[in-house]
């Protein structure tokens, strides 16, 4: 049974930073490609972005280029989510999943843990 743990979420303020952290068991983790997903309230659930299974290739989410960075570590069957300079727009409580791309759609495989809560104040 795959089980997804994701931690590290709080309450900051604009122009902070945050790591997020997804630890997996019940799956054979160094062959996903990973994933992170948030969803606001509200609203549905969005890419964010997503990693190979051997990290040389990585993908964002426009809105998250160049502030967010996505990393994994095989070894400890986890995957990581550095938050740099934090918007008010990235509140949402975030997901992790194993994930694949369909043309240019990230979609999650059907698996999610209980998320992390992300909120900025302005």
């Known amino acids: 049974q795959v089980h997804l743990v994701e931690s590290g979420g709080g309450s900051v303020q604009a122009g902070d930073s945050l790591r997020l952290s997804c630890a997996a068991s019940?799956?054979?983790?160094?062959?996903?490609?990973m994933g992170w997903f948030r969803q606001a309230p509200g609203k549905e659930r969005e890419f964010v972005a997503a990693?190979?299974?051997?990290?040389?290739?990585?993908y964002y989410a426009d809105s998250v280029k160049g502030r967010f960075t996505i990393s994994r570590d095989n070894a400890k069957n986890t995957v990581y989510l550095q938050m740099n300079s934090l918007k008010p727009e990235d509140t949402a409580v975030y997901y992790c999943?194993?994930?694949?791309?369909?043309?240019?759609?990230?979609?999650?495989?059907?698996?999610w843990g209980q998320g992390t809560q992300v909120t900025v104040s302005s």
């Open positions: 999943a194993p994930s694949l791309r369909r043309g240019s759609t990230w979609y999650a495989r059907d698996y």
């Open positions: 019940g799956l054979i983790f160094s062959s996903y490609t």
């Open positions: 990693i190979n299974w051997s990290a040389i290739s990585t």
